[in-house]
């Protein structure tokens, strides 16, 4: 009969100890709810386009007529760039979904929870992006148009200046000749 007490209570005794994580685990699973609810079903990406990497598209004119006005705009859009490169590396250092979440946290959801939040991280990632990549072409589009028309322009003008140069050589030869200038249109 001692035999069977000491296995008895040695069973009762594994038992204990084995409720005693799984209490624990659960103690700390309902602590932490809101957190796990966070990341499978609330958890909307505003980390992953706010402070370093909001990245206000810059204001660009329709063209610009001087080169410090070019230096503006070239300047102002090599930032934009540099913020939206770094907004990018750190989407792509998010992934596999799942990655951020803390440690402590992963640990205490389901295997579905864990799941649940894959597909929502992913979901999310997929939205940012999509807005980011949608606000970056819109940008990028401006900054093409302005580039082109801006081109235009400075074509034209260092044309017209060519001209008007070879006009006041023709002057000068003229004048060194003793040649009439010529008429005026």
Same mark, same amino acid.
């Given at each position: 009969?001692?035999?069977?007490?000491?296995?008895?209570?040695?069973?009762?005794?594994?038992?204990?100890?084995?409720?005693?994580?799984?209490?624990?685990?659960?103690?700390?699973?309902?602590?932490?709810?809101?957190?796990?609810?966070?990341?499978?079903?609330?958890?909307?990406?505003?980390?992953?386009?706010?402070?370093?990497?909001?990245?206000?598209?810059?204001?660009?004119?329709?063209?610009?007529?001087?080169?410090?006005?070019?230096?503006?705009?070239?300047?102002?859009?090599?930032?934009?760039?540099?913020?939206?490169?770094?907004?990018?590396?750190?989407?792509?250092?998010?992934?596999?979904?799942?990655?951020?979440?803390?440690?402590?946290?992963?640990?205490?959801?389901?295997?579905? /929870?864990? +799941?649940?939040? @894959?597909?929502? $991280?992913?979901?999310?990632? &997929?939205?940012? *992006? =999509?807005?980011?990549?949608?606000?970056?072409?819109?940008?990028?589009?401006?900054?093409?148009?302005?580039?082109?028309?801006?081109?235009?322009?400075?074509?034209?003008?260092?044309?017209?200046? /060519?001209? +008007?140069?070879? @006009?006041?050589? $023709?002057?000068?030869?003229? &004048?060194?000749? *003793? =040649?009439?200038?010529?008429?005026?249109?």
């Amino acid at each position: 009969m001692r035999k069977y007490f000491f296995v008895l209570a040695m069973a009762v005794g594994a038992v204990a100890m084995a409720d005693e994580p799984a209490d624990a685990k659960k103690s700390a699973r309902e602590q932490h709810a809101a957190e796990i609810e966070y990341w499978t079903s609330k958890y909307d990406g505003a980390d992953l386009s706010s402070g370093q990497f909001n990245c206000k598209a810059p204001s660009l004119p329709t063209m610009s007529r001087n080169n410090r006005a070019i230096k503006t705009v070239e300047t102002s859009v090599a930032n934009w760039k540099e913020c939206y490169n770094g907004f990018v590396s750190n989407l792509n250092d998010a992934m596999p979904p799942g990655k951020r979440i803390p440690a402590e946290i992963a640990k205490l959801m389901t295997a579905a /929870e864990m +799941e649940q939040a @894959k597909a929502h $991280l992913n979901e999310v990632y &997929a939205r940012v *992006g =999509a807005e980011a990549s949608a606000s970056a072409d819109k940008t990028m589009a401006a900054y093409e148009k302005w580039s082109k028309s801006t081109e235009a322009y400075v074509r034209q003008s260092n044309s017209q200046s /060519e001209d +008007e140069e070879h @006009k006041m050589d $023709l002057m000068r030869d003229n &004048a060194q000749r *003793g =040649a009439a200038p010529p008429v005026r249109n």
